[in-house]
């Protein structure tokens, strides 16, 4: 059950494209978003698989962003490591 309000309190890279996400009631997830960043066909996403664009995330307001929220996720997606359908993983299999 994701908590009424939530938020990212901190960051912590862990891979090339994974980070460690630690929300305000404990839980801490390590989200890969390389898939998502991949997969996608728009130019502007896709820019993001360029590290050094990559790592230019902030926390804002208790959420995880990117530039001028160029990119950002709904924060319940990250706090259940959901960003892509499981469909959508098979398919580019």
């Known amino acids: ?3 009424e309000t939530l938020n990212i309190t901190s960051v912590e890279q862990v891979s090339d494209y994974a980070l ?3 929300f305000d009631d404990g839980t801490v997830q390590t989200v890969d978003f390389k898939p998502f960043l991949s997969l996608s066909r728009h130019p502007d996403i896709r820019a ?3 590290p050094s664009r990559f790592f230019a995330y902030r926390i804002e307001h208790g959420e995880l962003v ?3 929220y160029d990119l950002f996720f709904p924060i319940a997606d990250l706090y259940q490591n959901r960003l892509m359908p499981d469909a959508s993983l098979e398919k580019a299999a």
Request: aromatic letters at 16%.
């Open 20 to 22: 460690r996400l630690s």
């Open 1 to 3: 059950m994701i908590p």
């Open 48 to 50: 993001y698989l360029e």
């Open 66 to 68: 990117w530039g001028d």
